[in-house]
């Protein structure tokens, strides 16, 4: 009986040569770059220079893509030249972010996607934690989630932003699916399912089609709902593939959200000190918060600025000042950055018109 191998062409075999000459190509210019930018590193540290510039990394994937002839598609050019410039960055100071934990987060993963892998990840149990982690210093930059296209704001995140003084540099908008998780790969026995109140909220259609008498209990995060399903075989958690993998899941069903279009729009934020506001990109968003005296009309006078200066609103939530005296904080997007004329002049009249006002921030709009 043969037992022959399967014998490699000559045209493979020589391909292969070929791209393993490119690849230690490759390698040797990727050392170079990272040898310019520890030097980089030497003259920021020395002028006292922020190390990582949101605005410098788009400026270079921009012009990247620009020279991008192809077979590459530019998305994914993006994704390779984030991964170098992060690389990079961690040989200058490696940058703490805070996220919501543990890992298998969709938290960290709008980090990653706004960082790259080379960010010192640091997982807190809430988003309270991840503001608090960001004003002490201990992280550098966090990621909290804002608003997602089916279930709307996250309140929490607004009330923190209030009496906390960092502000938003950047944003990050994801395509979130939520993956039905377990120990065994099969529905039969599901008791619990497990995840944050907000993916619940996202999935009560399946959740209510298929496991009608399980128990949906409220985690602080959907990873850590992955992370008690790998503990217990009627245990069932709401998450990503990510999860999947972290805690050696099967996927008992794949994006079980009632909206295919789900999305979820995660802040960063910073302390001014560490990052001032992004300079205009000539597609950005102002966040703000206001209240204005409880009087009729008050709120529409607030939206008169925005119409006689030609801005654009882009959301107007409220949240109740907890004042007992049915007061409300109302939460702002406009188009435009403060540094154009016409944004300038609107903030300026509804400033005027204000008990209370602060510009929660500046950045460029997430793709």
């Known amino acids: ?65 620009g020279a991008n002839q192809g077979p590459l598609l530019n998305q994914h050019v993006a994704s390779i030249w984030r991964e170098i410039m992060s690389a990079c960055l961690a040989l200058e100071a490696p940058q703490r972010v805070a996220v919501l934990g543990p890992q298998g987060t969709f ?23 991840v503001f608090h982690a960001t004003a002490a210093g201990t992280a550098q930059y966090g990621v909290v989630g804002m608003e997602n296209s089916t279930e709307g704001v996250v309140a929490r995140s607004l009330d923190l932003f209030l009496r906390s003084p960092v502000h938003v540099v950047g944003e990050v908008s994801l395509l979130v699916r939520h993956n039905l998780l377990r120990q065994v790969n099969h529905l039969d026995g599901i008791e619990v399912v497990m995840a944050h109140p907000q993916a619940l909220a996202q999935c009560q259609g399946w959740l209510t089609q298929h496991l009608p008498n399980a128990e949906r209990r409220a985690v602080s995060s959907n990873a850590e709902g992955a992370r008690l399903a790998a503990t217990n075989p009627a245990w069932a958690g709401l998450a990503s593939e990510r999860a999947a993998a972290q805690f050696g899941l099967h996927i008992v069903a794949h994006a079980i959200q009632d909206e295919a279009y789900n999305r979820t729009r995660f802040a960063v934020i ?31 006078d607030l939206l008169v600025p925005l119409k006689n200066n030609g801005v654009s609103m882009t959301r107007f939530e409220s949240r109740p000042a907890k004042s007992g005296q049915w007061e409300y904080y109302f939460y702002i997007d406009i188009a435009g950055h ?28 997430s793709e």
């Open 338 to 365: 403060p540094t154009q004329p016409h944004v300038a002049a609107a903030l300026k009249e509804l400033q005027g018109l204000c008990a209370f006002y602060k510009v929660l921030g500046a950045y460029p709009v």
């Open 107 to 129: 938290c960290e993963q709008a980090a990653i996607e706004f960082f790259g892998s080379a960010a010192n990840m640091i997982y807190c149990a809430n988003f309270d934690e």
């Open 1 to 65: 009986m043969s037992t022959s191998k399967p014998v490699q062409s000559e045209a493979l075999g020589a391909l292969r040569v070929q791209i393993d000459s490119i690849d230690q190509q490759l390698l040797s210019l990727l050392n170079q770059r990272a040898n310019v930018a520890e030097k980089v590193g030497e003259i920021k540290r020395a002028e006292g220079s922020p190390f990582f510039r949101p605005d410098r990394v788009a400026q270079v994937i921009e012009k990247i893509q």
């Open 270 to 300: 910073a302390l001014p000190q560490t990052l001032a506001m992004p300079p205009a990109s000539g597609k950005d968003c102002t966040s703000l918060v206001v209240s204005v005296p409880n009087r009729p009309g008050a709120v529409h």
